[in-house]
């Protein structure tokens, strides 16, 4: 799993290329943590190379929307696979993020 940071215009970016698995989650999540200072910034999850998510990266996921939230910032999901796509159908997560 790999994980690039970099701005975009006023916009927070996070592109994750490979497997979103248990064995990769515990470092993604530390890489993830550039996200935490977002206050007036939003945050795009780049999902265009992601290959597979598992509950433990559904929870990383998750974990950046509820940070995101407390300061008053969006979460937006691009380029998600149509097999990723109904892992977070399956899971309800469809309902919690916006999807670009």
Same mark, same amino acid.
Do not use: W
């Given at each position: 799993m /790999?994980? #690039?940071?970099? /701005?975009?215009?006023?916009?927070?970016v996070m592109y994750?290329?490979g497997?979103l698995? #248990?064995?990769?989650?515990?470092? #993604?999540?530390?890489?993830?943590? *550039?996200?935490? &200072?977002c206050?007036?910034? &939003?945050?795009?999850?780049?999902?265009? /190379?992601?290959?597979?998510? +598992?509950? +433990?990266g559904?929870r990383?996921?998750?974990s950046?929307? /509820?940070?995101a939230?407390?300061?008053?910032?969006k979460? !937006?999901? !691009?380029?998600?696979?149509?097999?990723?796509?109904?892992?977070?159908?399956?899971?309800g997560?469809?309902?919690?993020?916006?999807? *670009?």
């Amino acid at each position: 799993m /790999k994980t #690039t940071f970099q /701005k975009e215009n006023n916009d927070l970016v996070m592109y994750f290329e490979g497997r979103l698995d #248990t064995a990769s989650a515990p470092q #993604t999540a530390t890489e993830c943590e *550039v996200l935490n &200072d977002c206050q007036g910034h &939003d945050i795009i999850l780049d999902c265009s /190379k992601l290959e597979y998510i +598992s509950s +433990s990266g559904l929870r990383i996921f998750l974990s950046i929307l /509820k940070n995101a939230k407390t300061v008053g910032s969006k979460v !937006r999901i !691009r380029h998600i696979s149509e097999e990723i796509r109904s892992v977070f159908a399956i899971t309800g997560f469809t309902s919690l993020f916006e999807f *670009v």
